[in-house]
């Protein structure tokens, strides 16, 4: 029997807090007598079930291609991704890290995609790159059933939650689309330090915790702006685990360091969208915004349960309807929804609405950045909140009604299997630019965006009379944008034909008629005259080009081909030179420009540039052939041997008086 004394005791150490508990644990002493947690295995199963499900209904999206809608912006044509090697790996990554994509300020996103680059071949990097997305929704997944056994929702409603976040078609942007890597990239970062905080909650705080969470939250706000609203997510996970079910200012003065993190990323962002001119470019402005953003808000509380009518893009009305004014009542309704639930202590409704609102209302568009006001992936971490809550009642129901867990479970999965098969279709949408642009036009035939991007896929993929006939419907929905007049251009330059190069001349005039200013439409329209043999008006165009934006590197490409072309090889060399000012990581350029020293018998400076191309590519033997040539005029004669037979066993044979001479130098 335990004495009076040691009973208080007992009773005291209850009563103790868990970072209290935690300190006195540290010390050897035993706060609390309750069993150790004992290893669940079936926890493990389900979890492994979860998450073979999940895969499997992804799977399709492995064999999915890029597509024409910012996967070039962000890595198949980033130049800080695609000149990426050896020697410059660092250099570039420290760029990445400095600059912004689009706008979009999210460096470690990007940085994946360079570690992709450097570690797979090109014909298997979009499979990994479909395999990385996909990899990184399973963690995700997993943090979000670890997250809902530490909120009490029993094994059965940790499942549901899982399945509701990882099989949702509302997620297949964001992990079928490759660009939206810094969903599930941010999303695993977001959910370990939530978990990772609620943890803390319950078993007591140590500095290896706080760091942990500290650096999970600045790799996520490294990933996607998004994750700024992790500490206010911390304040909700304080208030569900409250006793008295109340915020108070204690909770939110707490997260200060978080808040700070949030607000200089929050202003880095802005300030790159403002620089990019998302912000500024929108079409709807002022009032109109909020009627825009409560929409969104409708539509995304239908979709967690009818996920209907899924599509990449939502562009913007023409104008607003009366659906857009009425869904005004959205802000209230959630307001006062909000209002009685804090009030009235239903803490799950509270916490799990709030969740949702508070991480997707920077989303909603109000604050314009993009081409759609809607968005399939704005909802990856806020449908978390809405899925909390069917879980806890699909369990509480299933505990408090033994009787109907069968039948519970059984609709559960019945709503699983419809939502996986969803998935599973919807992830063939994105198999290319074609099919997903399709499917796009199959809701907005009169968006030009769509008519657009297809066409491009149809150039590029030399189906030409599917390009000329969406490019015509993109002109004809709006005469007045320059873009697909310069893309219209772009085809028929693609042709050496001088009819098809004159359409091309004619397509870019009007697009440099629409926009001026334009420095890409001005070079093409010089590169057309080059085609034509007409080189000076070649040079004019390139010349007015350089006087918009000297910065344009490819103004220097163009007139150092013209220069070389009229034998002027001192100014071919002097915009050479300016291009590798601009752009250092192009074999390409080096090697021209070592060839150009050569003929001007400058062989040490070709010597120099040569070796800058074998630096960066290896595999070329035209480039070895330069060098041997070079070694050659310096007489380096074994050097230039050596470098001769090199490009030989690469496939390039050389001018057969130049190798003739090269082996018998010595």
Known sequence: MASKKNKKKLAKEKKLSPQKALKLKKKGLHPDSSPKAVFDARKYLILAGILLLTFIAFQPSLGNKYVNWDDDKNFSENELITTINDKNFWENSSKIFKTHVIGNYNPLTIFTFAVEQKVFNDKNRPFWRHFNNIFLHLLCTLFVFWIGIRLKLGTGGAAILALLFGIHP??????AWITERKDVLFGVFYLSALYYYIKGKQQGFTTKTHTLIAVLFILSLLSKIQAVILPVSMVLVDYYLSKDGRITIKS??????????????GLVNIYFLKQQGSISEQAYTGISRFFIGSYSLVVYYIKALVPYRLSPLYPYPASLDWQFYASAI?????GAGLFYSYQKKLKVWFFGITFFFVNVVLLLQILGAGQGFLADRFTYIPYLGLFFIIAYYVN???VSKPQLKAAIYGVCGVAIAIYSFMTFQQNKIWKDSGTMWTHVLQYYKKSTLPWGNRANYYRDSGRTQEALRDYSEVIKLDQKKPEPYNSRARLYFNFNQRDSLLKALENYNKAIELSPSDV???????????????????????NQAESIDPSFANIYLNRSVIYNQKRDLPNALKDIDQYLKLKPNYPDMWYEKARIHNALSQSNEALQAINQALGMNRTK???FFESAKTYYLLQQYDRAKQALRTSQSLGFKGNPETVAKINAGG
């Open 621 to 623: 033997g035209v480039y």
């Open 520 to 542: 890409e439409y001005v070079v093409n329209r010089g590169a057309t005259y080059a085609k034509l043999g007409d080189l000076e008006n070649s040079l004019k165009s390139l």
């Open 170 to 175: 509302m997620r297949v942007e964001s992990v």
């Open 396 to 398: 509480k129901l299933s």
């Open 330 to 334: 959205s802000f209230l309704v959630t």
């Open 252 to 265: 939110i003065l707490r997260k200060w360091p978080y808040f700070i993190g949030s607000l200089i990323i």
